[in-house]
């Protein structure tokens, strides 16, 4: 009677163990995502806060280059509304395509190349662009492994239970704004 007793605690305690340990690994797992998700956000801010102080030293050196500022300003204004990892990720494709566009206008400055200003702001804009993408990737690793441990026996099991881990949208560019990042710019010399 005794040891039917002690195999009944053993194996309720493995159990217990079991769930303890598998609940607080989807628990880091979901933080870790969080954790990721506040990064992108932060660096996508910044990127928005630079390109005001960029559109206007564009704008004091090209005055008829208005619709690539207007394309370059409405895409900041959609990546600040954006609500939801897809909505962010469309915003910032086309945000990242607008500023693209800019870039190729200025080539024709040779002056507004040569400026401190826009040196500097094009350089952190760059930087920032480069910590958006890996913040982008570690985003979406955390996205997968979260989304990975959802599905996966038992932690699906006790998913079901406790009910409030969701699985997470990927942060992915569209292949319409990806075409159009990837895209060189076509650079024209008039003779």
Do not use: C
């Amino acid at each position: 009677m005794t040891i039917a007793i002690i195999i009944i605690v053993a194996v309720i305690l493995i159990l217990l163990f079991a769930f303890w340990g598998t609940y607080n690994s989807l628990v880091k797992l979901d933080e870790r995502v969080n954790e990721a998700w506040s990064d992108i956000t932060v660096q996508l801010k910044r990127r928005s806060d630079l390109i005001p102080n960029l559109v206007e030293v564009v704008k004091g050196y090209t005055k008829h280059e208005t619709e690539a500022i207007k394309a370059v300003s409405d895409a900041r204004a959609k990546m600040m509304g954006a609500r939801s990892v897809a909505d962010s990720a469309e915003a910032d494709g086309s945000l990242t395509g607008a500023l693209s566009r800019l870039m190729a206008v200025t080539e024709s400055y040779p002056e507004l190349k040569a400026d401190q200003n826009f040196q500097q702001l094009t350089t952190e804009i760059s930087d920032t662009e480069d910590k958006i993408q890996a913040a982008r990737r570690f985003y979406n690793a955390g996205a997968k492994e979260l989304n990975t441990k959802i599905k996966l026996f038992p932690s699906n099991i006790i998913n079901n239970m406790v009910g409030h881990f969701q699985k997470r949208e990927y942060y992915n560019v569209s292949e319409d704004e990806q075409d159009k990042i990837e895209k060189a710019p076509e650079v024209k010399f008039n003779n």
